[in-house]
């Protein structure tokens, strides 16, 4: 009997390490899904990248039409994600440590609270994202269209961004995306469609990329 205790406990053992080390690293993950995982009487919400996918947390919906194909195009993602779920210290890890990104990320944060820090709360009530691409120099350097029309996707001042930041490697993703804020409007935008573009890159210090610019809307 007690070699019989033994053993299941060395199975149990065993069966948990294996949980453990089984988590995929961030790097491994290339499409979002939402997995529930029960800790301790407690349910961690984790997520993964997969097609169609909507979430919805406390009223506030995420919802993608498009999804990920790349690690770059995944962290602008996360940055709509993290805005809907409230985890804001989440996007220090996908944001560049800049003091005008660290001002809008606590901003974020206290709008979304309210009370002290505000006498209305601010806050987006849903992302939709329509679609997600990352771009070719042609695409985001013409600042008109052969036709002569201007380029929607045209990023004015990108390598001024890129020098300034001495980033080694880059690129431009662009989303397409519908919003609606809780009071219907933030700053100077209103609900609706919009379409912006994100430098995520790194430069010689930097071990993982990370956002460091946001385009105009």
């Known amino acids: 009997m007690k070699h019989g205790i033994i053993l299941i406990n060395i199975v149990l053992f065993l069966f948990i390490s294996g949980c453990r080390n089984s988590t995929p690293s961030r790097a491994a993950v290339n499409h979002l899904a939402i997995e529930t995982i029960r800790i301790e009487e407690k349910y961690v919400p984790k997520y993964e990248f997969i097609e169609n996918m909507k979430l919805i947390v406390d009223g506030r919906i995420f919802q993608l039409e498009d999804t990920p194909k790349n690690t770059l195009e995944e962290i ?9 779920t409230a985890e804001f210290d989440k ?3 996908i ?4 003091e005008p990104h660290v001002i809008a990320i606590e901003n974020e944060r206290k709008w979304f609270q309210g009370g002290i820090f505000s006498e209305i709360r601010y806050f987006v009530q849903s992302y939709i994202i329509h679609r997600i691409t990352t771009l070719t120099i042609d695409q985001y350097n013409q600042e008109k269209t052969v036709s ?6 045209f990023y004015w001042g990108w390598q001024q961004r890129i020098n300034e930041f001495n980033l080694i490697e880059y690129d431009i993703i662009n989303v397409e995306f519908t919003v609606v ?5 933030f700053g100077n935008l209103a609900d609706g469609s919009y379409n912006r573009s994100f430098i995520v890159g790194k430069n010689q210090d930097d071990l993982i990329y990370k956002i460091y610019d946001f385009g105009l809307m």
């Open 76 to 84: 602008v993602v996360r940055d709509f994600l993290y805005s809907i």
């Open 91 to 93: 996007k220090y890890d």
């Open 95 to 98: 944001i560049a440590n800049i």
């Open 148 to 153: 002569g029309e201007i380029n929607p996707l």
């Open 181 to 185: 804020f809780s009071n219907g409007y």
